[in-house]
């Protein structure tokens, strides 16, 4: 995987992860 290619992957899914992160622990 390029360096642009997993910039933008870490941009997208990144923020998912984390909102995930936050609901399962505020659960």
Do not use: A, C, F
Not at 4 to 24: A, Q, S, V
Request: no cysteine; aromatic share 14%.
């Amino acid at each position: 995987m390029t360096e642009t290619g997993y910039n933008r992957y870490t941009e997208i899914i990144k923020p998912i992860i984390l909102r995930e992160y936050t609901n399962y622990k505020s659960r």
